[in-house]
């Protein structure tokens, strides 16, 4: 086996295999969903579809081989969006930075999904029934995870591989708390104007252990109050494969069009998708972006399509989520803006969401962090 080739066969070894080994495991279907909102306002206006594009520090998340873009010494990304009307937090921020001559890329990410300030009522009465609000304290409830990531230029004209190691935590307050492992590995091909993703998220599967941890008096509060005291158990997130193709187009000297369809095919059994079946479920996504002279950038997406029954018919239709963004590059420094997460029909359902993109020493031959390949 020539040594070239080593790291690409143990990439489709591993991507595969864990295929295979899934096939009979007991999986608990959303597991970790909190990894599937996505990050970075540019691709969330994209509705996601940016696996084969994408090239720069959120890469990490969206297709490992991407972090082999990155066409600076050091690129830090960092984003913030709430939910709920500011109940729910999420937060991001990553590094990436090239190594071995600019041919291998790191990458180290964190991802926090968070929930604060929750009244703690365990303790409301006091034993003779009465109300003492000095005994309500407060927690949180949080997942985090915590991404290691790797990328390199394959002796391939335009082929790219990467893999990211993430370390999941899960915590509410000290009552519970998980720990998980999983792998993601990505493959990326560029030729000519046409762009080419391949994505294995949980590849392997990935493993969340939960443990709880209550006094007795609060194991007291919770049988008395008719609730069931949970015990130690575990959760397995399933792979999801995410193929993609783009076309990367110079309309003309000042003006840049960048295409992309996904397709996330989950195999945790029947999921109220575009296709629906057991074990896989298909769910197609589609973004556009364009670009003025690669400065400013307009987004738009849509994803999400889904059968819902109307409340006035009980007919059943399809919905989409649409979504929005704009973009703006200057001198290294980039800032995302993405409006999504849009309500169907009379609900408005929004999200604000905004991202920022450093680049320390950049690079002047390549022209695009997100494509490297113009």
């Known amino acids: 086996m020539r040594l070239s080739t080593l790291p690409l066969r143990l990439f489709l070894l591993v991507l595969f295999g864990g295929m295979a080994l899934t096939a009979s495991a007991q999986v608990r279907k959303y597991s970790n969903e909190f990894l599937n909102i996505g990050i970075g306002a540019r691709s969330l206006a994209m509705s996601g579809a940016t696996s084969a594009v994408i090239g720069d520090v959120t890469a990490a998340y969206w297709n490992p081989a991407g972090l082999a873009g990155v066409s600076s010494d050091v690129q830090i990304g960092a984003m913030h969006s709430e939910y709920f009307a500011g109940i729910a937090k999420y937060d991001y921020a990553a590094v990436a930075i090239p190594v071995k001559g600019g041919d291998r890329y790191l990458g180290i990410s964190m991802i926090r999904f968070g929930v604060d300030d929750i009244p703690n009522t365990l303790f409301?009465?006091?034993?003779?029934?009465?109300?003492?609000?000095?005994?309500?304290?407060?927690?949180?409830?949080?997942?985090?995870a915590f991404l290691l990531s790797y990328a390199q230029k394959m002796k391939v004209e335009g082929l790219r591989i990467g893999g990211s190691a993430k370390i999941i935590y899960r915590n509410a307050g000290s009552f519970a708390q998980a720990w998980g492992f999983g792998l993601d590995l990505g493959m990326q091909y560029a030729r000519g104007n046409w762009r080419f993703g391949l994505t294995g998220r949980d590849i392997t599967t990935t493993f969340n252990a939960w443990s709880f941890s209550f006094t007795e008096e609060e194991k007291e509060?919770?049988?008395?109050?008719?609730?069931?005291?949970?015990?130690?158990?575990?959760e397995i997130t399933a792979p999801r494969i995410v193929l993609g193709v783009g076309y990367?187009?110079?309309?003309?000297?000042?003006?840049?069009?960048?295409?992309?369809?996904?397709?996330?095919?989950?195999?945790?059994?029947?999921?109220?998708?575009?296709?629906?079946?057991?074990?896989?479920?298909?769910d197609p996504h589609m973004g556009l972006e364009v670009d003025y002279s690669d400065f400013i950038f307009l987004?738009?997406?849509?994803?999400?399509?889904?059968?819902?029954?109307?409340?006035?018919?009980?007919?059943?239709?399809?919905?989409?989520?649409?979504?929005?963004?704009?973009?703006?590059?200057?001198?290294?420094?980039?800032?995302?803006?993405?409006?999504?997460?849009?309500?169907?029909?009379?609900?408005?359902?929004?999200?604000?969401?905004?991202?920022?993109?450093?680049d320390i020493n950049k690079r002047s031959e390549a022209k695009s962090t997100q494509t490297d390949a113009k």
């Open 124 to 144: 409301l009465f006091e034993p003779d029934g009465s109300i003492n609000y000095d005994n309500i304290t407060s927690f949180s409830v949080a997942d985090y």
């Open 221 to 234: 509060v919770l049988q008395n109050t008719g609730n069931v005291i949970p015990e130690s158990s575990y």
């Open 248 to 282: 990367d187009w110079d309309i003309s000297d000042k003006f840049g069009l960048l295409a992309e369809v996904d397709v996330d095919a989950t195999t945790d059994g029947r999921r109220n998708t575009l296709v629906s079946a057991d074990p896989i479920s298909l």
């Open 299 to 358: 987004r738009a997406g849509i994803g999400n399509i889904q059968q819902a029954t109307s409340d006035e018919d009980l007919e059943k239709r399809y919905l989409v989520q649409p979504n929005l963004g704009l973009g703006i590059r200057f001198k290294g420094v980039q800032l995302d803006y993405a409006y999504t997460n849009l309500g169907n029909r009379d609900q408005l359902l929004y999200s604000n969401i905004f991202s920022l993109m450093l």
